[in-house]
């Protein structure tokens, strides 16, 4: 009895200890969901390191925070402009930037990958960083359709390892899907749900299966759509009309694609395709395809299905 209470008593402490440890986050990746995952942890007291491949996608991804935060700010203080100022600056302290993700692991108690759609790409980023991170340190992928475990699997820390799906505009939408894989921890896994609570996110459960919950309900709706148009059924204006109208959806399916960036959900639709050639719902698009072939990606490069200023 006392050995179970003093059992009980160590792991309550150590699972305290674990969710008082994430205070420092290092984000690979400072694109669409990256920055907007840095935004959030900045505002929410972590000290961030933002790591991408080149300072000049560094500064862009810096100047992308500060101006949603001007957004932030401009709503929070409209009395105060002054306020809303020293607000801006408090939050971007809290973010520094690095292109060599080795060296800042060594002080981080949870990573969040927000690379490109890509296993092997994710694979080789994990296996380096694990030989360079603490033991204690959790690692967590915001992949939309690639599977935990298999991501996991090309380090030795699987039951440090888990998913954290952040939805896009990351400072707007409040779902986050914690995946425990497998090999996740308990700990790890109330850790990552603790986290997503402290960044003011409200966290749901998802098993490792493809596409979690939302991401498998999303893409054969909005692949669906892009074929209605491509069988000559309606305009993509119509359709994106039609479902914010009639279904109450804020952005009409063409217009979610030219905001996630056709290149992710291109690299997401192959993906499934390759697995499962024979499924319907996850046959490629020649209309995509076409958009992305010509650099056409969406609202970050300017055009994808429509053009944006
Ligand atoms: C086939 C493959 C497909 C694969 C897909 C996979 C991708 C994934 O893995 C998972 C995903 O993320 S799926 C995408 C999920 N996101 C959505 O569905 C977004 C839908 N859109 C919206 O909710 C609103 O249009 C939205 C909130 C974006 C904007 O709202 P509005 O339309 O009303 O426009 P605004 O008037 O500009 O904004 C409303 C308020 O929001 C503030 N705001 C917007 N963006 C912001 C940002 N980035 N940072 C800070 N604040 C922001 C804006 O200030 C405004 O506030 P108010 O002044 O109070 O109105
Ligand atoms: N776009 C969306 O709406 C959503 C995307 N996701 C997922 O988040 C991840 C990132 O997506 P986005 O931010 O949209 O992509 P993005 O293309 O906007 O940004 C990716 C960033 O990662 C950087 N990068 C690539 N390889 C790298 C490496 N080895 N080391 C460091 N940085 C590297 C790129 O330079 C780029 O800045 C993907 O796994 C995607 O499936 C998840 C939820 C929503």
């Not at 925070?65 to 929070?76: Q, W």
């Not at 402009?81 to 002080?107: C, H, R, W, Y």
């Not at 980023?125 to 475990?149: R, W, Y």
């Not at 939805?167 to 707007?172: A, E, R």
Request: charge should be neutral; hydrophobic fraction near 40%.
């Amino acid at each position: 009895m006392a050995f179970v209470t003093r059992q009980f008593i160590r792991s309550l402490s150590s699972s305290a200890a674990l969710h008082a440890a994430i205070k420092h986050v290092t984000i690979i990746g400072g694109g669409l969901m990256g920055a907007g995952i840095a935004q959030v942890a900045a505002s929410t007291g972590h000290s961030v390191v933002l790591v991408d491949t080149s300072e000049d996608i560094l500064k862009k991804s810096a100047k992308g925070i500060e101006s949603s935060l001007k957004r932030v700010a401009k709503k929070k203080f409209a009395e105060k402009p002054e306020d809303g100022e020293a607000f801006i600056q408090k939050i971007l302290k809290n973010i520094s930037t690095s292109t060599d993700a080795a060296s800042v692991v060594q002080g981080t108690d949870l990573v969040v990958e927000a690379i490109v759609e890509n296993l092997k790409v994710k694979q080789d980023l994990f296996g380096a960083l694990d030989k360079a991170a603490p033991e204690h340190t959790i690692f967590a992928s915001n992949t939309s359709s690639l599977p935990i475990a298999d991501i996991a699997s090309s380090t030795a820390r699987l039951d440090r390892f888990g998913g954290l799906h952040f939805f896009n505009p990351v400072p707007m939408m409040k779902l986050v899907e914690v995946i425990k894989a497998p090999g996740t921890s308990q700990q790890t896994f109330d850790s990552l749900l603790e986290f997503s609570k402290a960044l003011g996110k409200h966290p749901v459960s998802c098993k490792d299966t493809p596409g979690f919950i939302v991401n498998r309900l999303l893409v054969p709706y909005m692949l669906e759509a892009v074929r209605l148009h491509e069988r000559g059924h309606g305009s993509k204006e119509d359709i994106d009309v039609a479902m914010k109208l009639g279904a109450g959806y804020p952005m009409g399916p063409f217009e979610l694609l030219d905001y996630v960036g056709l290149d992710t959900s291109k690299f997401i639709i192959d993906g499934w395709h390759e697995k499962d050639p024979d499924n319907p719902l996850f046959a490629p698009s020649p209309l995509l395809n076409k958009l992305v072939a010509e650099g056409k990606l969406g609202k970050k490069t300017g055009e994808g299905f429509y053009k944006h200023k």
